[in-house]
């Protein structure tokens, strides 16, 4: 088996990547008709052995066992079956334990071995690829967590005893109006990103959208550095203004990011990947942590820019020239690193758009696909649900976590005029963010805890750690009880990036398809902003108390969402969802039988209206291998007929390993040539 596999091992990516690129035929489809239209646009003659979904022919009949062991690799890989083909999900409680611990415990020794090597041969090696396939995809969230963080710590410094306090404290000179407005149109600006985004990252492309959000979030970044008007209270309408518009860029990069990195479009664009079904979830995830490297950062420039700037102190009052200074700086340090990302997603990803390309072909669709938002409504509009209506619950929780700080801060040190006890606290807390955000990394993988367990966990921690003091905030406001209020703080904070913030990104993108994968996303994370802009309003209206009365209740709510109606993708093949997702684009939803119908992947809502009723391994196997006979023949057909493009990368011969080629010549009803050396045409009908 070793050896088999080592023969195909380099093949396995390009292979499996071919057969998802085959238009699916129907059950009598290629025995009534002499031709088939490739997603190339080549039409080719149909050879005679078309895939039989009747279920009297047996596929694997007289195949050898090199034969057997070669598609036993390619269609039941080790990560996911053990030697008796059985799936992870399928097995019992107690093996299926020992089969994921035993193949992740393999796979974690495999890696630090390669990091083993890359640090022998290269020191500096781990660092580099660490660069390029975690920092570079997200270095946009990473930016937007810099500047979004940033404003909000601005506006303390604005309205400490200073300069601006008789403007944004006071509001003698300045609307109060237009002061509130700098929290509400950033938000509205990130919803409208989102969604606008996120439709044309569906319709246009991920690599446009990538670039466009690049171009925005530049372009209102110089105007906020630039900001000014006559009086103090018309700078503060062209600050808020081009907070608005710089919105519009950071909310466009929450479908972006996440679609492109779930895709692999920044490499080679194949899904069907070993990497994929274990490494899925980290590599999207490690990603979107680089916001709160984003928010890291900042704080520790902003600190470091009011030292500078006001005499080496961060204590009040702060001169206009020191306030000034500090946040013309903080903005125009991300402006540099925006232009740079520009350029780097003009020319250095130029095949984010891939797979979205390849799954327009199959549909025959060159805009926006209409019909698949219409069928992703009808299927999986219970997803939706469980997207948004989590991610809404999240951004409450999240915009909630700054009500501790104010509460123990006052306490601990009594009352200040300074913004550094409130910056320093950030730091602390941006620090225990990030341990939640690379746990969440970690175990976001894991078969036996994953995606929706992390999220419902998440959930019911972050509810504790809200109603808890709600129902005793004397005694956890004072000083004897304020030191346990403050870890329920920074413990809120740890659960809600090891929990909901981390899994909201991921599964948005995630649970439903391609082509209206950033659609989706952006709506989902656009009715989470809605969630946040609700937090901004509510908390306007209510008393302190009264918020840790109502806040943890959205955190029940986002863990009954989570349980009923997000299905659990951990260890899914996103291939195999794909696949499912072309029989329900051809109408024929009930003859798919894989493992993306397998209860464990689907939400109790599904399971309870039978979406899982067609799941059956046996006739999935078989029906897989009809599926990459219909390919090979495709592609035998092609090369018969001298009509492959040397530069056509869906069909290539040296893609098929020799046993595969073998079993399929060995086992078609009518070879590909007829007699005398004519080319055989596919024009007999099948006998």
Partial sequence: MAQVAKGVEGQERKLLRRFSLVALPTKHELWASDS????????????????????????IHDITENERQIFQYLIRPDDSY???????????????????????????????STIGRMVKADPLSPISYYFRNMVLPGAGLGLEGYVLFSIGNIKPLFQANGAFQSCWKTYQICNSNWIAAADYLEIIGIIFGQVLVGVLGDWLGRRWGLIQDAVIMFIGLLMLTASWGVTQNGWVICYCWSLFFYGIGVGGEYPMTATSGMENA????????????????????????????????????????????????????????????????????????????VYYRTYKMKSASKQLLAAKKKAKVTGYDTESLKLTLTYFGPRLLATAGGWFANDI????????????????????????PNWLYNLVNV????????????????????????????????????????????????PAGIHTFQAMYFLSSFFNQFGPNAVTFLVAAEVFPTPIRATAHGFSAAVGKCGALTAAVMYNYISTQQKFYVVPWFGLVGMLLTFFFLPDTTGL???????????????????????????????????????????????????????????????????????????????????????????????????????????????????
Avoid at 87 to 104: C, E, H, L, Q, S
Avoid at 291 to 311: C, D, R, S, V
């Fill in 431 to 478: 620090g225990v963010s990030l341990c939640g955000y690379y746990l969440a990394s970690f175990l976001i993988d894991n078969k036996l805890y994953g995606r929706k367990n992390m999220q419902m966990v998440g959930f019911l921690m972050d509810f504790i750690f809200f109603v808890v003091p709600g129902f005793k905030f004397a005694y956890y406001t004072s």
């Fill in 397 to 420: 929780f999240f915009y909630g976590n700054k009500l501790f700080q104010s509460e123990f801060i006052s306490v601990i040190i009594g009352p200040t005029t300074s913004v550094m």
């Fill in 36 to 59: 088939l239209t490739t997603t190339s646009g080549l039409t080719v003659t149909a050879a005679p052995h078309g895939p039989d979904m009747t279920g009297t022919h047996n596929p």
């Fill in 573 to 687: 093949d996103l291939k195999e969802q794909e696949r499912r997702w072309q029989y329900i684009r051809a109408g024929r939803e009930s003859d798919y039988h894989g493992v993306a119908v397998h209860p464990k992947h689907l939400s109790f809502y599904e399971r309870m209206r039978g979406a899982g009723k067609n799941y059956n391994a046996d006739l999935d196997y078989k029906q897989k291998i009809e599926e990459m006979r219909s390919e090979w023949e495709a592609n035998e057909s092609i090369r018969h007929a001298e009509k492959l493009d040397a530069n056509d990368d869906v069909f290539d011969d040296s893609l098929y390993s020799s046993g595969v080629s073998t079993y399929f010549e060995r086992t078609s009803q009518r070879p590909m040539n007829g007699k005398d050396g004519e080319k055989y045409t596919g024009n007999d009908s099948p006998q």
């Fill in 266 to 341: 920044v490499g080679s664009g194949k899904i069907s990947t070993k990497e994929d079904r274990l490494h899925r979830g980290r590599k999207v995830t490690s990603a979107f942590l680089m916001q709160g490297w984003g928010q890291f950062f900042n704080q520790i420039i902003l600190i470091l820019l009011l030292i500078m700037f006001h005499h080496g102190s961060g204590n009040a009052p702060y001169s206009q020239v020191a306030v000034q200074w500090t946040y013309r700086v903080s903005f125009a340090i991300p402006a540099v690193g925006t232009l740079w990302l």
């Fill in 82 to 112: 053990d030697e008796n083909g059985v799936y992870w999900a399928d097995m019992p409680i107690g093996k299926r334990i020992g089969f994921v611990t035993n193949y992740d415990n393999k796979e974690a020794a495999r890696e630090l």
